[in-house]
């Protein structure tokens, strides 16, 4: 847990993912329709990103992509990030976050 945590730290918006989940692709998408560019760390392309996973599923993620960190804190997957897009939170999130500007 101790590395996921350093690989979201001090970026405004971080997504674990992996290269063929539609689903993913999809939150992917909607980030960048927002004109947010956030890191993205495809899982069965990096080395550790089983150990990613394990991290990930201890923290409750289950499916564990896409995991939508916002702030250095966990959102959670599509379900989340487009709930709080339709509620119209997502947006002022991302703001607080520094991930976009008005």
């Known amino acids: 847990m101790e590395r996921v945590t350093k690989m979201v730290s001090g970026r405004p918006v971080v997504i674990f993912s992996k290269t063929n989940c539609c689903i993913s692709h999809t939150v992917k998408s909607l980030l960048h329709d927002f004109g947010v560019n956030p890191v993205v760390y495809e899982l069965d392309e990096i080395s550790r990103g089983r150990e990613i996973e394990t991290a990930l599923a201890m923290l409750g993620r289950n499916p ?35 991930a976009m500007w008005l």
């Open 64 to 98: 564990v992509v896409p995991a939508v960190f916002i702030g250095g804190e966990l959102v959670g997957g599509a379900n989340e990030v487009m709930s709080l897009h339709l509620q119209r939170n997502l947006r002022p999130m991302l703001t607080r976050a520094g």
